[in-house]
T-cell receptor, first 112, second 114 residues
């Protein structure tokens, strides 16, 4: 069964303190790993799609990387406005064709 | 840039009532997905449509039905509402069936069943 596990569940950082969020996945044939940001009461905001091991993508202070078993979302010098829940999702060959299977998310709090 | 539009944003219903949620995808997006997110939970896939035909089905209760219309907007119909149906319902759209460019989520409809 396809599964996504994110760690840690919650992360508190000081402004400027870089860190990484982890997304471990088990899927029979990865057809894409997705990172989203979600603010309370709002819809997930698409950040990145990664398809193959070794792939990296960057956007402002965020950088996503992918290996065969996990993905990391690196946050460099975070600011308070980066505070949100970061969701990881995968598509594999087992699940309903185009649906995303989400992890529980990592809630990031950045204080100034 | 245009985003996914959902209406209503908030809805309060009583048990056993019906509800209809609407979703207007981003222009030129032909694929629509519905997700349910309970409090403190991750989004759970319900159903998707591609070119007005049902594409995939997830954990959607038999009490729920959905369709995509000729203008690509979609509606999620929920009947015999239960307290456990209280959740955020998100619609997402994609410009391609394989979601290669990602799925873009709307702001959600918060349904409260009392």
């Amino acid at each position: 069964e396809d599964q996504v596990t994110q760690s840690p569940e919650a992360l508190r950082l000081q402004e400027g303190e870089s860190s990484s969020l982890n997304c471990s996945y088990t899927v029979s044939g990865l057809r894409g790993l997705f990172w989203y940001r979600q603010d309370p009461g709002k819809g997930p905001e698409f950040l990145f799609t990664l398809y193959s091991a070794g792939e990296e993508k960057e956007k402002e202070r965020l950088k996503a990387t992918l290996t065969k078993k996990e993905s990391f979302l690196h946050i460099t010098a975070p600011k308070p406005e980066d505070s949100a829940t970061y969701l990881c999702a995968v598509r594999g060959f087992n699940q309903a064709g185009t649906a995303l299977i989400f992890g529980k998310g990592t809630t990031l709090s950045v204080s100034s | 840039a245009a985003g996914v539009i959902q209406s209503p944003r908030h809805l309060i219903k009583e048990k056993r009532e019906t509800a209809t949620l609407k979703c207007y995808p981003i222009p030129r997006h032909d694929t629509v997905y519905w997700y349910q997110q309970g409090p403190g939970q991750d989004p759970q896939f319900l159903i998707s449509f591609y070119e007005k035909m049902q594409s995939d089905k997830g954990s959607i209760p038999d009490r729920f039905s959905a369709q995509q219309f000729s203008d690509y907007h979609s509606e999620l119909n929920m009947s015999s509402l239960e307290l456990g149906d209280s959740a955020l319902y998100f619609c997402a759209s994609s410009p391609d069936r394989e979601s290669l460019s990602g799925q873009y989520f709307g702001p959600g409809t918060r349904l409260t069943v009392t």
